[in-house]
């Protein structure tokens, strides 16, 4: 298979065999990186040419290729290598795909999808309204005709420990991106919430819909929360005064 002209960054959630499968799965791409604010991938576990970064804001700095495609380590199995090369064949832009969650048997195609593909040149790393991870770039914004299947899980229990993993990724970015304590709040576990009610469904959903919804806020809620527990569990800092 051809390589693609692009980075892929994969944002480790769990590690171990599943990354190492989601790295197999973007195989197809110029580079690989994985980005690690967690701490918890030893870069001698990493296939040979795959670069390992802990700093959110270096995510930019990762390879050379001049774009970048940001995967959480569930979602690399889904993406489609044609899509991409078609749409960095267009010109500098910012791409939001179309994403679908796939949980308790209802497959949810999700609206106000996040940006993933940006070109390099002043590519951030940012988390939308509903602390999903994404990209900033000063580019137009368009959409990139492929789908991202996150799966939630075919049982409450599986879908509870998916939402662990990702509410982890949320306190990891978090710790490093918020200049201030972000607090809890109410609109983001809402906005996160309300993004799956609004969800259209292959099927009729039910109570799927609103386990699906609750989980999908309680994921923002644990992420701050594990990321407020971080913060104050730290030392305070000594200032000399002289």
Do not use: K, N
Not at 56 to 82: C, F, H, I, N, Y
Not at 96 to 106: H, K, N
Not at 126 to 153: C, F, H, Q, T
């Amino acid at each position: 298979m051809t390589e693609c002209a692009v980075c892929v960054v994969v944002l480790a959630a769990r590690g171990g065999a599943a990354l190492a499968t989601a790295l197999d799965a973007v195989a197809w791409a110029g580079e690989r990186a994985v980005l690690d604010p967690l701490g918890m991938v030893r870069a001698l576990d990493l296939p040979p040419g795959v670069r390992l970064e802990r700093r959110v804001d270096a995510l930019a700095l990762l390879g050379t290729m001049p774009w970048v495609l940001l995967l959480v380590e569930d979602e690399a199995a889904s993406v489609s290598p044609a899509a991409v090369a078609q749409a960095i064949a267009t010109g500098p832009a910012t791409f939001r795909p179309r994403f679908e969650l796939e949980t308790l048997g209802v497959r949810f195609a999700m609206p106000a999808a996040s940006v993933r593909l940006a070109p390099r040149s002043g590519c951030r790393m940012v988390l939308d309204r509903g602390d999903e991870p994404g990209l900033a770039a000063p580019y137009p914004a368009r959409s990139l005709e492929a789908v991202i299947r996150v799966p939630g899980g075919d049982t409450v229990a599986e879908a509870f420990d998916a939402v662990q993993a990702r509410g982890r990724v949320v306190s990891g970015v978090l710790a490093q991106l918020a200049a201030t304590e972000p607090g809890i709040g109410v609109l983001p576990p809402l906005a996160a919430l309300a993004r799956v009610l609004r969800a259209r469904a292959d099927r009729p959903a039910g109570l799927a819909r609103w386990v699906a919804a609750v989980f999908a806020g309680y994921r923002v809620v644990l992420g701050r929360a594990q990321w407020w527990e971080w913060r104050h569990a730290q030392p305070a800092v000594v200032r000399e005064v002289g």
